[in-house]
C-alpha cells in the first residue's frame, strides 16, 4: 500500500488521442492523478466535468491533471468528446498501473463483494513522489449548509503544499 512521500509508481499508457504519457512527462511539476471506475457513469462524468471546469486554477497552481481508468483510449476520446473534456484520459486495460497505485481491490455494492475499481486520487509532487493520498472517493459529500467537491477538496490541497 503506498503511503505520503513515497515514490509515485511509473505509467506509460495512451491517452485518449493515442498519445503515449508517462510519470516522468510530468517531471518538475506537479500532478494530480484520479483514477476512475468508467467513463459516461454518473460519478465518473461528474468528477471529470468538475476537473475539467476546475482547470485554469490547477494550471495557476502548477499541476497537470491525468484520469486513469481500464476503459479503452476510444471510450475515452468518446468521453472526451462528448463532455468537453480538457483534461488527459490514460487507458489502462491490463490494470498495471491501477493496481501499482492500489486502486483496485475488494468492493461492496447491496451487500455483494467483488474486485473492482476504487475511486482515488493521487497529489504528486514536482520530486516524483506522493503528497496526498485519497481512496474511496465520494466526488460530491452533501454537508449541513453545503456541498462539498473532492476537486475543491484536492485544489486546496494542492495550494496548502506548494
Same mark, same amino acid.
Given at each position: 500500500?503506498?503511503?505520503?512521500?513515497?515514490?509515485?509508481p511509473?505509467?506509460?499508457?495512451?491517452?485518449?488521442?493515442?498519445?503515449?504519457?508517462?510519470?516522468?512527462?510530468y517531471?518538475?511539476?506537479?500532478?494530480?492523478?484520479?483514477?476512475?471506475?468508467?467513463?459516461?457513469?454518473?460519478?465518473?462524468?461528474?468528477?471529470?466535468?468538475d476537473?475539467?471546469?476546475?482547470?485554469?486554477?490547477?494550471?495557476?497552481?502548477?499541476?497537470?491533471?491525468?484520469?486513469?481508468?481500464?476503459?479503452?483510449?476510444?471510450?475515452?476520446?468518446? /468521453?472526451?468528446l462528448?463532455? =468537453?473534456?480538457? &483534461?488527459?484520459?490514460?487507458?489502462?486495460?491490463? %490494470?498495471?498501473t *491501477? #493496481?501499482a497505485?492500489?486502486?483496485?481491490g475488494?468492493?461492496?455494492?447491496?451487500g455483494?463483494?467483488y474486485?473492482?475499481?476504487?475511486?482515488?486520487? /493521487?497529489?504528486i509532487?514536482? =520530486?516524483?513522489? &506522493?503528497?496526498?493520498i485519497?481512496?474511496k472517493v %465520494?466526488?460530491? *459529500? #452533501?454537508?449541513?449548509?453545503?456541498?462539498?467537491?473532492h476537486v475543491?477538496?484536492?485544489?486546496?490541497k494542492?495550494?496548502?503544499?506548494?
Open positions: 500500500m503506498l503511503k505520503i512521500n513515497d515514490k509515485a511509473n505509467f506509460k499508457l495512451k491517452n485518449q488521442n493515442e498519445k503515449e504519457l508517462s510519470l516522468k512527462d517531471s518538475g511539476k506537479w500532478l494530480v492523478l484520479y483514477f476512475y471506475p468508467k467513463d459516461n457513469t454518473p460519478g465518473c462524468t461528474t468528477e471529470a466535468c476537473f475539467t471546469a476546475s482547470l485554469a486554477e490547477y494550471k495557476k497552481n502548477g499541476a497537470s491533471i491525468v484520469g486513469i481508468s481500464p476503459d479503452s483510449t476510444a471510450s475515452h476520446k468518446n /468521453f472526451t462528448k463532455y =468537453k473534456l480538457n &483534461i488527459d484520459l490514460l487507458s489502462d486495460p491490463e %490494470k498495471k *491501477v #493496481k497505485y492500489g486502486a483496485w475488494k468492493k461492496k455494492n447491496y455483494k463483494e474486485e473492482g475499481l476504487i475511486r482515488s486520487t /493521487f497529489l509532487n514536482p =520530486k516524483g513522489k &506522493i503528497s496526498q485519497w481512496s %465520494k466526488v460530491r *459529500v #452533501k454537508g449541513k449548509n453545503k456541498e462539498t467537491c475543491d477538496v484536492v485544489r486546496d494542492l495550494k496548502e503544499l506548494r
